[in-house]
């Protein structure tokens, strides 16, 4: 399984960017996907997860409102809209399945990981 994460970049904030992931190697349908984040000096966190029907999300408080996670089946992609960037939405963005699937979009494990790609938010 390959996760592969990208569409970050420097924007202002108030500003808005749209990651994406793309997953390959099983049947994309079948499994959550997560999207974490990591700031400099600071642990990961989760930022937001879509069930495998794209009927459930969840999101971390700090982005309710303003990030949205949806899922293209037919492109096996998830994608994370951000709006209203703030300077501490700066990090590096992951995206991430679990090895089963889950109906649940919280407390799951995540076993495969992307490479995860760089927001920078400036003031």
């Known amino acids: 399984v390959q996760l592969q994460a990208c569409g970050g970049g420097l924007v202002q904030a108030g500003g808005s960017l749209r990651l994406a992931c793309t997953s390959s190697?099983?049947?994309?349908?079948?499994?959550?996907i997560g999207w974490f984040r990591q700031a400099p000096g600071k642990e990961r966190e989760f930022v937001a997860a879509?069930?495998?029907?794209?009927?459930?999300?969840h999101y971390a408080d700090s982005v309710k409102g303003r990030f949205t996670i949806s899922r293209d089946y037919a492109y096996s992609t998830a994608y994370l809209q951000m709006n209203s960037l703030k300077p501490e939405d700066t990090a590096v963005y992951f995206c991430?399945?679990?090895?089963?699937?889950?109906?649940?979009?919280?407390?799951?494990?995540?076993?495969?990981w992307g490479q995860g790609t760089l927001v920078t938010v400036s003031s």
């Open positions: 879509i069930s495998y029907t794209g009927r459930g999300w």
């Open positions: 190697g099983r049947t994309f349908d079948r499994y959550t």
């Open positions: 991430a399945a679990p090895a089963r699937t889950y109906y649940d979009t919280q407390d799951i494990p995540y076993d495969y």
